[in-house]
């Protein structure tokens, strides 16, 4: 089969509806998809069967609706399409009242403070935005029904809800702005999304006896093998005959759920690669990126290997993220941040890149806290993805116009187009891109989009692009208060960029964010540097935030309360688990592998003086590993110590910062004396498959 018979053969798409459904049901439906509303009960009835009867000939035998709960992956429940046999015989059925809308148990999904609220009971509500397809796997074939999850007192309970509110804002505030222009055509503003997804392969058999991978997803314990990634011989280095099989796979089953998976490439660290789709509209993107992951995971196991999402599952080499490339366009098809030829003179494009500074700048806590996770503290500053500091790279060509309107002039003074000298008459005249590439920004322009680095490898992109819609939809509505009404817009409209300009020029930075000098100008410019999850999370309730956030009707408080609680027990429950496996692979595994080593060193040693030999080597070595032993013990008393009482602690708030501030501490003490003894111990006693045999043998 060729590409073109298997892309999207397992979505029910718009293109199978106008097939598959009478026409003013067809109408119908394009026009809510469209332009919003409700769908009528009896078109939803026929919608319902039209999708029941796909699904069916494709082999399904259930439906679910597919959602997206806090807890950072998706949610189903599967039923059955059969219904009560009459004289032995079933008919198999989908109402529209069981497409549109379903009902859940609330109480076992994260919730915050809701839960007492909401009597446990919580809707799901189909997302006609986003298209619904069928998933094979180990279960079958289910019909899968994107939705959304509220509680009974209407709050959002997942991660769409606020996504598609702010999808709602941006699309109302741009709109704005483009009438100030003179756009009377485009109808509607929307955001787009193109996920680049990292991740790192591991062989199956060895991944089941790292317990740590198990249970945490990480490593938790592993000296560095001898060779990393210094060579820079993986980036964009030739596949490996079984990765490459692997993504082969993967991008079959991926283009079936008409997911446009077009890029794949290894990454800087051994045993880690990339997968980048075509961008799409932010909701469709995001629900592919989630369906993304749970297939990048489903097929691993079909190769023996397993897929790790985890931000750090190593230490001392990369980790992964999820760049989030992400601009906002009309339904007309005009990008908003494309610069055309020549940015200087499009006063548009100046006066939305002036709101996109000020909406990073005004709200850069607001951006670190959408991408804040568990894992990405270990990644977030850590020289290998971009710092904690949130900063803007525009690259020379827009800095030089912001720079010429900052200083007075109208930006458009000089406007040399430069092409690249190859110095070879054959090659083709290669012309520059506006920016040049910075890979440690976290928030980079790169033609036409720009791209927010910091979103961890296993964390959804709806948080992230739920905040910078947000962030510039307020923008935008304080560019239009300003402007609308201007006698001369034209000259309101340079006033106003410059004043941006002047105002958050501080946010752009085009040096190298991992050095040590950023760290201290960006303190000086007065720039947040918050460095950890916990910290990130208070963001939330600030009143500006609060405030933000409900003028543009993305979240209400009541929702950003319950969400800082869920992020802080999440913190707290990962830490407890990571503390956990620690205390058992010590304990069970590492302690009594050096104890039985210790022993026979010693025995060695006895021996060898007892015939007057010299055993001073051995003498040493015990010593040393000995020393380390008591280390580890120690470290061990102390964390099962600490842990009860951190993990019996009655505020959310004080017990994550009691993880991050008592737990994570112990952890590292007792990491540190075993990676030790991972090298000073003989192979063959050592109980833990190595870095080495991990990152270099997939
Ligand atoms: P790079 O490595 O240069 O960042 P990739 O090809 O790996 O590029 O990924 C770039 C991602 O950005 C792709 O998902 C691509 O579809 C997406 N993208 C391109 N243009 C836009 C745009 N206008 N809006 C959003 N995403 C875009
Ligand atoms: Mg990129």
């Known amino acids: 089969m060729s590409i073109t018979d298997i892309f999207g053969s397992n979505v029910f798409s718009v293109s199978i509806m106008r097939q598959r459904l009478p026409r003013e049901a067809f109408e119908e439906v394009m026009e809510v998809m469209e332009h919003g509303g409700q769908i009528s009960m009896a078109t939803a009835d026929i919608v319902a069967g039209a999708m029941k009867d796909w699904a069916v000939e494709k082999g399904a035998t259930h439906y679910t609706h597919w959602f997206q709960p806090l807890t950072g992956s998706t949610a189903e429940k599967h039923d059955s399409f059969i219904t009560y046999p009459k004289e032995g015989i079933t008919v198999l059925r989908l109402s529209g009242k069981q497409l549109i809308r379903g009902e859940s148990d609330a109480s076992s999904f994260p919730s915050g403070g809701l839960r007492a609220t909401s009597y446990a009971r919580g809707y799901t509500a189909w997302d006609i935005t986003s298209p619904v397809f069928v998933r094979e796997s180990g279960c079958g074939v289910i019909l899968c029904i994107p939705?959304?999850?509220?509680?009974?007192?209407?709050?959002?309970?997942?991660?769409?809800?606020?996504?598609?509110?702010?999808?709602?804002?941006?699309?109302?505030?741009?709109?704005?702005?483009?009438?100030?222009?003179?756009?009377?055509?485009?109808?509607?503003?929307?955001?787009?999304?193109?996920?680049?997804?990292?991740?790192?392969?591991?062989?199956?058999?060895?991944?089941?006896?790292?317990?740590?991978?198990?249970?945490?997803?990480?490593?938790?314990?592993?000296?560095?093998?001898?060779?990393?990634?210094?060579?820079?011989?993986?980036?964009?280095?030739?596949?490996?005959?079984?990765?490459?099989?692997?993504?082969?796979?993967?991008?079959?089953?991926?283009?079936?759920?008409?997911?446009?998976?077009?890029?794949?490439?290894?990454?800087?660290?051994?045993?880690?690669?990339?997968?980048?789709?075509?961008?799409?509209?932010?909701?469709?993107?995001?629900?592919?990126?989630?369906?993304?992951?749970?297939?990048?995971?489903?097929?691993?196991?079909?190769?023996?290997?397993?897929?790790?999402?985890?931000?750090?599952?190593?230490?001392?080499?990369?980790?992964?993220?999820?760049?989030?490339?992400?601009?906002?366009?009309?339904?007309?098809?005009?990008?908003?941040?494309?610069?055309?030829?020549?940015?200087?003179?499009?006063?548009?494009?100046?006066?939305?890149?002036?709101?996109?500074?000020?909406?990073?700048?005004?709200?850069?806590?607001?951006?670190?806290?959408?991408?804040?996770?568990?894992?990405?503290?270990?990644?977030?500053?850590?020289?290998?993805?971009?710092?904690?500091?949130?900063?803007?790279?525009?690259?020379?060509?827009?800095?030089?116009?912001?720079?010429?309107?900052?200083?007075?002039?109208?930006?458009?003074?000089?406007?040399?187009?430069?092409?690249?000298?190859?110095?070879?008459?054959?090659?083709?005249?290669?012309?520059?891109?506006?920016?040049?590439?910075?890979?440690?920004?976290?928030?980079?322009?790169?033609?036409?989009?720009?791209?927010?680095?910091?979103?961890?490898?296993?964390?959804?992109?709806?948080?992230?692009?739920?905040?910078?819609?947000?962030?510039?939809?307020?923008?935008?509505?304080?560019?239009?208060?300003?402007?609308?009404?201007?006698?001369?817009?034209?000259?309101?409209?340079?006033?106003?960029?410059?004043?941006?300009?002047?105002?958050?020029?501080?946010?752009?930075f085009n040096g190298d964010g991992y050095s040590e000098e950023w760290v201290l100008e960006a303190a000086r410019r007065g720039l947040p540097n918050i460095g950890n999850m916990v910290d990130a999370v208070q963001v939330l309730t600030k009143s500006d935030v609060v405030a933000m956030y409900e003028k543009f009707h993305v979240f209400s408080r009541t929702e950003l309360v319950s969400r800082m609680d869920v992020q802080y027990e999440t913190y707290a429950k990962h830490i407890n688990i990571e503390a956990n496996v620690m205390i058992h692979m010590a304990s069970k595994a590492y302690i009594p592998a050096v104890v039985s080593y210790s022993g026979d060193l010693a025995r060695t040693v006895a021996s060898l003086e007892s015939i007057g030999m010299d055993a001073s080597v051995q003498r040493e070595l015990l010593d040393q590993v000995n020393r380390l032993l008591k280390d580890a013990s120690a470290a061990l008393a102390t964390l099962e110590h600490h842990l009860p009482q951190v993990h019996a602690m009655t505020s959310l708030k004080a017990m994550a910062e009691a993880y991050r501030d008592v737990i994570v501490p112990c952890m590292t003490a007792l990491r540190t004396p075993i990676d030790k003894l991972e090298l000073l111990v003989h192979q063959d006693v050592w109980p833990m498959y190595s870095y080495g045999d991990l990152l270099f043998e997939v």
């Open 147 to 508: 939705t959304i999850f509220i509680s009974y007192t209407g709050e959002a309970l997942d991660k769409k809800t606020p996504l598609l509110r702010s999808l709602e804002a941006l699309s109302s505030q741009a709109l704005r702005i483009l009438r100030l222009f003179g756009n009377t055509t485009s109808s509607k503003v929307t955001a787009y999304v193109g996920p680049e997804q990292e991740y790192f392969l591991v062989d199956r058999a060895k991944y089941l006896k790292r317990k740590d991978l198990v249970y945490a997803g990480r490593t938790l314990f592993g000296a560095p093998a001898p060779k990393g990634q210094e060579l820079d011989d993986h980036y964009f280095g030739q596949i490996r005959e079984r990765v490459g099989a692997y993504m082969k796979d993967l991008n079959n089953e991926l283009w079936k759920l008409g997911i446009t998976a077009i890029t794949q490439h290894n990454e800087a660290a051994p045993a880690q690669h990339e997968m980048a789709p075509i961008y799409a509209t932010a909701n469709v993107a995001v629900d592919q990126n989630q369906l993304t992951m749970e297939t990048m995971k489903r097929v691993a196991t079909k190769h023996d290997l397993v897929c790790l999402l985890n931000e750090k599952p190593y230490a001392g080499i990369n980790g992964s993220g999820k760049h989030n490339n992400w601009s906002v366009g009309t339904d007309d098809g005009i990008n908003l941040f494309d610069p055309g030829d020549d940015p200087a003179s499009n006063l548009q494009f100046m006066l939305v890149l002036a709101c996109v500074l000020a909406a990073v700048d005004d709200r850069a806590d607001v951006l670190r806290e959408s991408a804040a996770c568990v894992g990405n503290d270990h990644r977030l500053g850590a020289q290998e993805a971009p710092p904690a500091i949130i900063s803007i790279f525009l690259g020379s060509q827009l800095t030089d116009i912001v720079d010429r309107i900052v200083s007075g002039g109208s930006g458009e003074e000089e406007n040399a187009e430069e092409n690249l000298i190859t110095g070879v008459s054959t090659l083709p005249m290669l012309k520059k891109d506006t920016s040049d590439r910075n890979r440690t920004s976290p928030f980079a322009f790169t033609g036409n989009r720009f791209e927010f680095r910091m979103v961890g490898a296993s964390d959804s992109v709806a948080s992230s692009t739920t905040a910078m819609n947000a962030c510039l939809a307020e923008a935008f509505c304080n560019a239009a208060d300003a402007l609308e009404g201007a006698e001369d817009f034209e000259a309101a409209c340079r006033k106003y960029i410059r004043r941006m300009l002047k105002r958050h020029y501080r946010i752009i």
